[in-house]
């Protein structure tokens, strides 16, 4: 069955760049979270998307966005990368915001770990 | 306030032995429900059981299953004849209305042959 993919898988990045992180859902999935775990530490939501618009706004920094295509993709911009940034960054979907309630589960993608330098 | 709480950092279990994971959670909501994750070192977020606040039998998949309490409002899982593969980190996590997952700080766990 297909998964959830996420691009790249690594990206390694100096302080103020910016990175550029995709997420393709399950096909007929149409809501996306992401999610932020730093080293050592649970993951923590940062924004999710449902049909395209934003669904719900966590813990994410001014410096990061975040949209979700037509084709149901997202991708996550972050711009002048600090060393903090470093994490593993996961993309998670399900089937509607009420699909997350009915078939009781996000499923997540492998994640993109990120290294800031 | 912390919504999960995982109070183990870390557990050593036999080979075939059974190990509990606690997890206390922490809601007004009437309707939420309940996750454990697994994460092997490799870093991927693999879905083991979930559990409905309004399920009244306690879930199962094969060698995992979830005591859960709901007057304490505890979601312990339970691993069955642990194996070498079992070896991870754990996360209990929940969902909300507003559909997001909140996890709890996670639990080590190392199986020992």
């Known amino acids: 069955a297909a998964g959830v993919i996420q691009s790249p898988r690594h990206l390694i990045k100096e302080k103020r760049e910016t990175a550029t992180l995709k997420c393709y859902p399950i096909p007929r999935h149409d809501t996306v979270y992401w999610y932020q775990q730093g080293p050592g530490q649970d993951p923590q939501f940062l924004i999710s998307?449902?049909?395209?618009?934003?669904?719900d706004k966590g813990s994410i920094p001014d410096r990061f966005s975040a949209q979700q295509f037509s084709d149901y993709h997202s991708e996550l911009n972050m711009s002048s990368l600090e060393l903090g940034d470093s994490a593993l960054y996961f993309c998670?979907?399900?089937?509607?915001?009420?699909?997350?309630?009915?078939?009781?589960?996000?499923?997540f993608g492998p994640g993109t770990r990120l290294t800031v330098l | 306030a912390q919504k999960i709480t995982q109070t183990q950092p870390g557990m050593f279990v036999q080979e075939k032995e059974a190990v509990t994971l606690d997890c206390t959670y922490d809601?007004?909501?009437?309707?939420?429900?309940l996750f454990w994750y697994k994460q092997p070192s490799s870093g991927e977020m693999i879905f083991l059981i979930y559990?409905?606040?309004?399920?009244?039998q306690n879930a199962t998949e094969g060698r995992y299953s979830l005591n859960f309490q709901k007057a304490r409002k505890s979601a312990n899982l339970v691993i069955s004849a642990s194996q070498l593969g079992d070896s991870a980190m754990y996360f209990c996590?929940?969902?909300?209305?507003?559909?997001?997952?909140?996890f709890g700080a996670g639990t080590t766990v190392t199986v020992r042959a």
């Open positions: 998670a979907s399900s089937a509607g915001l009420a699909g997350a309630v009915v078939n009781n589960e996000q499923f």
């Open positions: 998307f449902y049909e395209k618009m934003q669904s």
């Open positions: 809601t007004s909501d009437q309707s939420y429900g």
């Open positions: 559990q409905g606040s309004y399920d009244e």
């Open positions: 996590a929940m969902r909300e209305n507003d559909y997001k997952l909140s």
